[in-house]
C-alpha cells in the first residue's frame, strides 16, 4: 500500500488499527505476532523494498566494488576502512537511497541499515546471545529467566540462527583468517569461541564447492547479501506478510506523530524518490503506533516530537541513554608466516571473550580484499560507561547528539587488553594504514546504536511510551547502549516479549 492509499484509508470512516515505523528487528517482530494476533499492519519504511535486481543482475554491491546502491543519499562511500596500503579507498558514487547509511554527528558515525528488514540487511549475521550472568547489567528491569528460557529461543527459533561446522571450518580456506586469529588468542591465553550466525552455512559449504553462486565469498556484507544470509526479508517479515494482514510501504519517511481528537495519533508521511527528493506529503490516522525506526530513528523522531510539542507528554528520559555498544576497531600486521588467505568469507563466526577481566569481546572480521593481506581485523565490543543525549536544534531544525569521540578512550582502554597482549605475544604491531592516515583505531564509529527511549525509563517496562496512550517504543532505542554482545538478537527477544505483553493487554 503507497502514500496515497495510506491518505485514502485516513479519509475513510476506519482508521488504521496499527501503524509500525521501520522494519527491522522490533517491528518486524511487531507486525508478525500483531497479525497472527487478528489485528491488520500497515509498516512504513523509508528505505528501498530491494526486491529488484540491478543493472549487474543481483540486487546488492559487494564491498569490492560498490556502486549507488550502496549507500543513502551520498555522492562518495565512506567505507569503515577508509584507507588501505596509505591510499584513501571511498569512490564518487550517484547519489541514491542505497542500503547503508553512514550517518555523522559530532563525534561519531552511526552505520544503519536502509531499506526493508532494516539492520538484518547490513549487519555481519552474527547472532549472538549474551551470557546470561551479565545480561542484568543490561536490562536490570527484565525476567532474567523469561528471556532465556522463552523469549531467546523464540527469536533464534524464527531468525534461523544456526552454527559453522567445526570439522569443515578447520580447513575452509574462507576461514584462514579466523584460525590465525585463533591461534593468536589462544597463545595469549585468552578466551576463543565460536558464535551462532543466521548466514546458512550450508550454503557456504556449496559457495566453497562451486556448487552455488557465491556470496559470502563474494565480498558481500555491508551492501547487503543476496544468497545464503537469512535475514528479515526471509524470517520475519516473510511470516508476516503471509498472514495476509501486514503491508509494507517503502520510500515513505514519518515526519510527524500527533494525538488525534477522539483517540488515535495523526502521522503525517514524506513520500520519497530515489534521489531522497519529496515528492508527496500525507497524513493517516492510526490507533496505535509503534516506532520501530532503529536506535536513531526513533530517539530523533522523538525528540523532535517532544521539544515541537507534537507529543508534549513524553517525558525527559526521551532522548537520553545512548550508546555505541562500545564499538571500536583495529588492524594487527601479521608476520608473514601467518597469511590469513586471500579468499576471506564476509560473515564471522568466531571471537575473543575477554569481558570479565578486561571488558572486551572482539570479533575476529574479515577483510575480504580478494588478495593477501597478512592482516587481523577486530571489531571490539566493550564496556564502555560512556552514555549520550539527543535534543533538538531549533536553529537548524535537526536533531543532534552530544557524543564525543573522547569518549571512545576507555573502548580502546579495554581492546588493548586483549590486543597488547596478543601483539607483546607474537611479537606484531598495530596496522595504522586502515582508519585515516598513521591512525591506529577506529573510533569514530559505531555498527551498533543503542538507546535513546530506555526501557522502564522513557517508556514503562513493555515499552509503552509515558503519557501518550497507543504509542510504543520497540526497537533497539530500549537498550541503554550496550548488550555486551552483538545486538540484534537481544532487540529480537526484548520485542517478543514486549510484545506478547502489549497483546495481551492493550487489544
Not at 107 to 124: H, P
Not at 181 to 210: C, I, N, T, W
Not at 478 to 491: A, E, K, M, R
Amino acid at each position: 500500500m503507497g502514500v496515497a492509499a495510506l491518505a485514502g484509508q485516513a479519509s475513510a470512516t476506519t482508521r488504521i488499527p496499527v501503524l509500525v515505523i521501520g522494519t527491522g528487528y522490533g517491528g518486524a517482530v511487531a507486525a508478525l505476532r500483531l497479525a497472527q494476533a487478528g489485528v491488520d499492519v500497515h509498516m512504513v519504511e523509508m528505505g528501498l523494498a530491494w526486491d529488484t535486481p540491478g543493472p549487474d543482475g543481483t540486487i546488492f554491491a559487494n564491498m569490492t566494488n560498490p556502486d549507488h546502491r550502496s549507500y543513502w543519499l551520498r555522492t562518495k562511500t565512506k567505507q569503515p576502512l577508509s584507507n588501505f596500503l596509505g591510499f584513501p579507498v571511498d569512490k564518487d558514487i550517484s547519489r541514491y537511497t542505497g542500503i547503508l547509511d553512514a550517518e555523522e554527528f559530532s563525534g561519531i558515525t552511526v552505520y544503519q541499515g536502509r531499506g526493508v528488514g532494516g539492520g538484518s540487511l547490513v549487519n555481519g549475521g552474527m547472532a549472538v546471545t549474551p551470557r546470561r550472568e551479565r545480561f542484568r547489567a543490561v536490562l536490570p528491569s527484565v525476567d532474567v529467566d523469561e528471556m532465556y528460557n522463552v523469549y531467546y529461543p523464540r527469536a533464534n527459533a524464527v531468525l534461523g540462527v544456526n552454527t559453522v561446522d567445526p570439522v569443515w571450518w578447520e580447513t575452509a580456506e574462507c576461514y584462514r583468517f579466523a584460525r590465525v586469529g585463533r591461534k593468536h588468542a589462544q597463545r595469549s591465553g585468552l578466551q576463543f569461541v565460536f558464535v551462532p550466525s543466521v548466514y546458512d552455512f550450508d550454503y557456504m559449504k556449496r559457495e566453497a564447492a562451486g556448487s552455488a553462486p557465491r556470496s559470502a565469498l563474494a565480498a558481500e556484507v555491508i551492501y547487503g547479501n543476496n544468497h545464503g544470509k537469512k535475514t528479515l526479508q526471509q524470517t520475519y517479515l516473510a511470516l508476516a506478510k503471509a498472514t495476509g494482514r501486514v503491508t509494507i510501504s517503502p520510500l515513505h519517511k514519518v515526519t510527524s506523530v500527533t494525538p488525534t481528537a477522539g483517540g488515535g495519533y495523526t502521522v503525517a508521511i514524506d513520500w520519497l524518490d530515489t534521489a531522497g527528493n519529496t515528492t508527496a506529503s500525507v497524513t493517516t490516522t492510526a490507533a496505535k503506533v509503534f516506532f520501530a525506526a532503529g536506535s536513531v530513528g526513533t530517539s530523533k523522531l522523538l525528540t523532535k516530537l517532544k521539544a515541537t510539542g507534537g507529543l508534549p507528554g513524553l517525558n525527559n528520559e526521551i532522548g537520553k541513554g545512548w550508546g555505541d555498544n562500545g564499538n571500536v576497531m583495529c588492524g594487527r600486521a601479521n608476520h608473514m608466516w601467518d597469511p590469513t588467505g586471500a579468499l576471506q568469507a564476509s560473515m564471522p563466526t568466531a571471537g575473543i571473550d575477554n569481558w570479565d577481566a578486561g571488558g572486551a569481546f572482539a570479533e575476529v572480521a574479515p577483510i575480504p580484499t580478494g588478495m593477501e593481506t597478512y592482516a587481523s581485523l577486530y571489531l571490539s565490543i566493550t564496556k564502555n560507561p560512556h552514555r549520550a543525549e539527543f535534543s533538538w536544534n531549533a536553529t537548524t531544525g535537526k536533531v543532534d547528539l552530544n557524543w564525543r569521540t573522547a569518549w571512545k578512550q576507555p573502548a580502546i582502554e579495554a581492546a588493548k587488553t586483549i590486543f597488547d597482549k596478543i601483539n607483546a605475544k607474537e611479537g606484531t604491531i598495530y596496522r595504522t594504514d586502515l582508519f585515516g592516515f598513521c591512525k591506529t583505531w577506529g573510533d569514530q564509529l559505531t555498527y551498533h546504536p543503542l538507546g535513546g527511549a530506555v526501557l522502564n525509563k522513557a517508556t514503562d517496562n513493555y515499552g509503552r511510551l509515558h503519557g501518550h496512550p497507543g504509542l510504543y517504543v520497540i526497537d533497539g532505542a530500549l537498550i541503554p547502549g550496550n548488550t555486551s554482545v552483538n545486538p540484534f538478537v537481544t532487540i529480537t527477544a526484548l520485542a517478543e516479549r514486549n510484545i506478547e505483553n502489549i497483546i495481551a493487554n492493550d487489544l
